[in-house]
């Protein structure tokens, strides 16, 4: 049977914590009752895993809150902005349980402390779980900001998307175009052939709109 993977980019440069964490990942691809394969892709530093995400893309962030001369706080802060891409678990000791609770209000899914009985089951379903609460999030997210007549981003979709964007643009050193696209006369529309003509000239003119950009492009009715 072949599974499923979820690609981890585990940022921690602490040898005993890896080889815990590549046991438990090799226990659970040998497990048939797994329905998922793990792959590990190992990063020693925030700098290193920042490089990492600028060219390739990861299922999950697992990232340590004892990284060499890094505050617990510090780390986060320098992770948070991938939050919004990217679902996150912490891991930590015992001794930043307060730390790694505190997490949670910053964006990250779960945390993991690796001193405290960590096992297969444990991580496997932290990372599922993890996972699948980040798609949900994002479907309630989009079903919030998607106008329902055209069915593109209405204006709180489109300030949140295009906040993202810009912040990996900045990131990777990218330029942003914005292309703002007026209806002439439309409330003329609306006066001579009613709310339904109106209507059908918006759903018309989003349909063509979106089929001249990219499925990457950033597509809003901001009315």
Do not use: C, W
């Not at 049977?1 to 979820?6: P, Y």
């Not at 730390?99 to 991580?123: P, W």
């Not at 329902?148 to 175009?177: C, D, E, P």
């Not at 492009?217 to 009315?223: E, F, P, S």
């Amino acid at each position: 049977m072949n599974k499923e993977r979820i690609r981890i980019l585990l940022i921690e440069n602490d040898h005993d914590t890896i080889e815990l964490i590549d046991g438990i990942v090799t226990g659970i691809n040998n497990d048939m009752s797994y329905k998922y394969q793990i792959v590990i892709v190992p990063a020693f530093s925030i700098k290193e895993a920042k490089d990492y995400l600028d060219v390739e893309t990861t299922d999950l962030m697992m990232f340590s809150l004892s990284l060499p001369n890094e505050s617990a706080r510090d780390i986060v802060s320098r992770m948070d902005s991938y939050f919004a891409e990217i679902p996150a678990i912490v891991i930590a000791g015992s001794d930043k349980l307060n730390d790694a609770v505190d997490s949670i209000h910053h964006g990250v899914q779960d945390f993991l402390i690796t001193d405290n009985g960590l096992n297969e089951s444990r991580f496997f379903y932290a990372v599922l779980s993890a996972v699948e609460r980040y798609k949900r999030t994002i479907q309630l997210q989009s079903t919030s900001m998607i106008d329902v007549l055209t069915q593109l981003y209405n204006s709180r979709g489109f300030h949140k998307a295009a906040r993202q964007a810009m912040a990996i643009a900045k990131r990777r050193g990218f330029g942003l175009s914005f292309v703002f696209i007026d209806i002439d006369d439309l409330s003329t529309v609306n006066s001579s052939a009613g709310s339904r003509g109106g209507d059908l000239t918006l759903k018309t003119s989003a349909g063509i709109i979106k089929s001249l950009f990219r499925e990457s492009d950033i597509v809003a009715r901001l009315g």
